[in-house]
């Protein structure tokens, strides 16, 4: 390797997950040794939104950080033995648990930690409430009860494009935020298959609701932290707070300064807000 030019500490690579009894092979990125963390993306998007946290030296010293491209976003291509394209894509709640679990699984990882922002703060919630044993802790990011009224016909429609997807997932993000990775972070929903975010989206407004479910996480089984940013209109902080709430002993926090993309759109902020939530899991742990 010539030492006059520089490389990231994180590597990519692809494994065939069975899910739903078909097979997909889906890309993630990791690097960092110790308790497994695994890192969710949002709705439309994929892995990239980490690259900054997956490069942050303290946290390599404690987790195997792991971030992953959904099936159907990024590099995880559709599935080549089935008729994809003759049915509408939809994820679905019990779809998209099954990725992370799998993965763990895949990987090795014992007990490991999850992380995610908004499908992936959601997710958080119904990993902790559905399969509490497999995650010894979860950190939502962005997260809600219930965020009715996103899946609509507008997010996949012919006369609607990926640029326009992408300049409203800009008005999601805090305006102190560096202008370069705002910019970044709409770039890469700018990327996303002209299906995705809408079919994302049926799990984001539809499918996970636990208004009446929340009260019986355990979190005495596995730790439920939430965290939604300041000018993140769409998992606000006050519906943020409003779920830990719902959760006994969850903690709730308000990111300052930050919207609905916190670990992509200022990353440098991010850390100092998420650094203290993983430092007491790994002191717990």
Same mark, same amino acid.
Request: with cysteine; glycine share 8%.
């Given at each position: 390797?010539?030492?006059?030019?520089?490389?990231?500490?994180?590597?990519?690579?692809?494994?065939?997950?069975?899910?739903?009894?078909?097979?997909?092979?889906?890309?993630?990125?990791?690097?960092?040794?110790?308790?497994?963390?695994?890192?969710? %993306?949002?709705?439309?998007?994929?892995?990239?939104?980490?690259?900054?946290?997956?490069?942050?030296?303290?946290?390599?010293?404690?987790?195997?950080?792991?971030?992953?491209?959904?099936?159907? %976003?990024?590099?995880?291509?559709?599935?080549?033995?089935?008729?994809?394209?003759?049915?509408?894509?939809?994820?679905?709640?019990?779809?998209?648990?099954?990725?992370?679990?799998?993965?763990?699984?895949?990987?090795?990882?014992?007990?490991?930690?999850?992380?995610?922002? !908004?499908?992936?703060?959601?997710?958080?919630?119904?990993?902790?409430?559905?399969?509490?044993?497999?995650?010894?802790?979860?950190?939502?990011?962005?997260?809600?009860?219930?965020?009715?009224?996103?899946?609509?016909?507008?997010?996949?429609?012919?006369?609607? !494009?990926?640029?326009?997807?992408?300049?409203?997932?800009?008005?999601?993000?805090?305006?102190?935020?560096?202008?370069?990775?705002?910019?970044?972070?709409?770039?890469?929903?700018?990327?996303?298959?002209? !299906?995705?975010?809408?079919?994302?989206?049926?799990?984001?407004?539809?499918?996970?609701?636990?208004?009446?479910?929340?009260? !019986?996480?355990?979190?005495?089984?596995?730790?439920?932290?939430?965290?939604?940013?300041?000018?993140?209109?769409?998992?606000?902080?006050?519906?943020?707070?409003?779920?830990?709430?719902?959760?006994?002993?969850?903690?709730?926090?308000?990111?300052?300064?930050?919207?609905?993309?916190?670990?992509?759109?200022?990353?440098?902020?991010?850390?100092?807000?998420?650094?203290?939530?993983?430092?007491?899991?790994?002191?717990?742990?």
């Amino acid at each position: 390797m010539n030492n006059n030019y520089r490389f990231d500490a994180t590597v990519g690579r692809y494994v065939y997950l069975q899910l739903d009894g078909i097979e997909h092979r889906v890309y993630f990125e990791e690097t960092g040794e110790g308790i497994p963390l695994l890192l969710q %993306h949002t709705a439309g998007a994929d892995g990239r939104q980490w690259r900054h946290v997956l490069e942050d030296a303290r946290l390599q010293e404690q987790f195997r950080l792991i971030a992953y491209d959904l099936p159907y %976003h990024g590099k995880s291509v559709p599935p080549t033995e089935v008729a994809w394209w003759c049915e509408p894509y939809r994820l679905t709640k019990d779809f998209l648990m099954q990725v992370p679990i799998t993965l763990a699984d895949a990987l090795g990882c014992e007990q490991p930690v999850y992380m995610g922002s !908004s499908i992936g703060g959601h997710l958080a919630i119904d990993l902790a409430l559905y399969h509490g044993d497999k995650f010894r802790a979860v950190v939502g990011l962005e997260a809600s009860a219930h965020t009715p009224g996103g899946f609509v016909d507008e997010f996949y429609h012919p006369e609607i !494009s990926n640029d326009y997807k992408a300049h409203l997932m800009y008005g999601l993000m805090a305006p102190m935020s560096p202008e370069a990775l705002r910019r970044e972070t709409a770039w890469v929903y700018s990327q996303g298959a002209p !299906s995705v975010f809408k079919g994302d989206l049926y799990y984001y407004s539809v499918d996970h609701d636990v208004r009446n479910t929340a009260a !019986s996480i355990d979190t005495d089984r596995c730790s439920v932290d939430i965290l939604n940013g300041e000018y993140d209109w769409s998992g606000t902080p006050e519906l943020g707070a409003e779920l830990a709430a719902m959760i006994p002993n969850a903690r709730y926090k308000t990111m300052q300064g930050l919207g609905h993309f916190p670990m992509c759109e200022n990353p440098e902020a991010f850390l100092k807000e998420i650094r203290p939530v993983l430092a007491r899991i790994a002191e717990a742990a």
